[in-house]
């Protein structure tokens, strides 16, 4: 079964940072990747997602993600965070699951804390 | 756009009873929708993936009599906990697809169900 992980339970940044967050997952087959965000008391939102094509993909508020298929990984990234960017962020993969249907497999998430 | 709405918010409910939770897409027709549990920092877990019109299809150990799923209409689907006892007690998460399963999903708030 496909498995996505994120290497940092808890990032910890002053403003004005430079930002990456990593993702890496297990699956041999095609996949379509995606990064979640969720602000304090919110629901999950999409930031930016690959399908296909150009491996560096850009998002909502100045994040952007590579796509290293040799690397098997997708990792976040953001040339300056903000305190409005403090929030859980999830990687996810779609992949095929057990049955044969695709299904989103989430990472554990990456808790990002920015200091003012 | 692409709003999901989940009700209620939060439910608390005695051993034994039954719960229902909806989930609807309030501004686009939802051919696939999903539901999610969550486990305290942990990551969102697939329950299952639902059709409209169509029979749920659950994951591997998901028990599809205690946790029944109902698609019955393009904007709404419906998560009944039956018979609920306090292992069940998590954050139950929907998620809404307008096109094909490997399509984006876009989220709920989700629904905290403590189960005493």
């Known amino acids: 079964a496909q498995s996505v992980s994120q290497h940092n339970h808890h990032v910890i940044l002053s403003e004005a940072a430079s930002l990456e967050l990593g993702c890496n997952y297990s699956?041999?087959?095609?996949?379509?990747l995606f990064w979640y965000v969720q602000y304090p008391g919110q629901h999950l939102q999409l930031l930016l997602k690959?399908?296909?094509?150009?491996?560096l993909v850009k998002g909502i508020k100045g994040f952007e993600a590579e796509f290293i298929k040799s690397k098997f990984s997708f990792n976040l990234r953001k040339p300056s965070v903000q305190w409005s960017d403090t929030a859980e962020y999830f990687c996810?993969?779609?992949?095929?699951?057990?049955?044969?249907?695709?299904?989103?497999?989430f990472g554990t998430g990456t808790r990002l804390t920015i200091i003012p | 756009g692409a709003v999901v709405s989940q009700h209620p918010s939060w439910v608390i409910c005695k051993s034994g009873t039954s719960v229902k939770i909806e989930c609807r897409s309030l501004?686009?027709?939802?051919?696939?929708m999903f539901w999610y549990r969550q486990f305290p920092k942990q990551s969102l877990m697939l329950m299952a993936t639902?059709?409209?019109?169509?029979?749920?299809?659950?994951e591997q150990g998901v028990e599809k009599d205690k946790f029944l799923i109902n698609h019955a209409s393009l904007t709404l689907s419906t998560l009944t906990v039956t018979s609920a006892h306090p292992e069940d007690s998590s954050f139950y998460i929907c998620?809404?697809?307008?096109?094909?399963?490997?399509?984006?999903?876009?989220f709920g708030p989700g629904t905290r169900l403590t189960v005493l």
């Open positions: 998620s809404a697809s307008p096109g094909l399963v490997t399509d984006t999903q876009y």
């Open positions: 699956y041999g087959g095609t996949v379509n």
């Open positions: 690959y399908f296909s094509g150009d491996p």
């Open positions: 996810a993969v779609n992949a095929l699951s057990n049955f044969g249907n695709e299904k989103l497999t």
């Open positions: 501004d686009f027709q939802a051919t696939t």
């Open positions: 639902s059709n409209e019109g169509s029979k749920a299809t659950y």
